[in-house]
T-cell receptor
Framework: GAVVSQHPSWVICKSGTSVKIECRSLDFQATTMFWYRQFPKQSLMLMATSNEGSKATYEQGVEKDKFLINHASLTLSTLTVTSAHPEDSSFYIC????????????FGPGTRLTVT | AQKITQTQPGMFVQEKEAVTLDCTYD???????LFWYKQPSSGEMIFLIYQGSYDEQNATEGRYSLNFQKARKSANLVISASQLGDSAMYFC????????????FGQGTTLQVKP
């Protein structure tokens, strides 16, 4: 099956710094990638939809200036958490849809962010 | 707006028995897809099964089957012959094909399989 990777798998950063998370589709092309956030024992909350070569579409309530999303190629999308605060600590998961596929959406393994 | 509801925060099942995880949805679209994912403690999202809104037959994948009742807007997951490795969080999700194809998730159900 198709593989989506995320890097890093976990990161600890200090409050006020920025952190970049990469999401790559390894063996397929993805025009659309999605970024989710998940707090412990809760559901995945969609943050934004990322389209290759265009601006991301953010869900209501998600600060676009705080969560910068770039989708520069068909295999790479990045999420940058700017000026991170402890409340940004969460599990961030990306997913991608295969251009050539039908309904499947493939998920990355997630990135656990801890802001101290 | 699309909405997915899972009303069972936690479920227990005895090993080798079957269990049903409930999922109801709300949408005004005619074309949509329903998904079930398993999330073990490692955090990875594992795709289990898919049902399209126009599919007349209930989807099955090995020990997983989806009880799709379109008129009632329900898409329950049935796991047969439960195994200890089935203990995980299970999410129901829906995609409206007219709406960027984004996948929206229900609240999740934590399933624990007892030996």
């Amino acid at each position: 099956g198709a593989v989506v990777s995320q890097h890093p798998s976990w990161v600890i950063c200090k409050s006020g710094t920025s952190v970049k998370i990469e999401c790559r589709s390894l063996d397929f092309q993805a025009t659309t990638m999605f970024w989710y956030r998940q707090f412990p024992k809760q559901s995945l909350m969609l943050m934004a939809t990322s389209n290759e070569g265009s601006k991301a579409t953010y869900e209501q309530g998600v600060e676009k200036d705080k969560f910068l999303i770039n989708h520069a190629s068909l295999t790479l999308s990045t999420l940058t958490v700017t000026s991170a605060h402890p409340e940004d600590s969460s599990f961030y998961i990306c997913s991608a849809r295969d251009l050539a596929g039908d309904h499947e959406q493939y998920f990355g393994p997630g990135t656990r962010l801890t802001v101290t | 707006a699309q909405k997915i509801t899972q009303t069972q925060p936690g479920m227990f099942v005895q090993e080798k028995e079957a269990v049903t995880l409930d999922c109801t949805y709300d949408t005004s679209d005619q074309s949509y897809g329903l998904f079930w994912y398993k999330q073990p403690s490692s955090g990875e999202m594992i795709f289990l099964i898919y049902q399209g809104s126009y599919d007349e037959q209930n989807a099955t994948e090995g020990r997983y089957s989806l009880n799709f009742q379109k008129a009632r807007k329900s898409a329950n997951l049935v796991i047969s012959a439960s195994q200890l490795g089935d203990s995980a969080m299970y999410f129901c999700a829906m995609r409206e094909y007219s709406n960027t194809g984004k996948l929206i998730f229900g609240q999740g159900t934590t399933l624990q399989v007892k030996p």
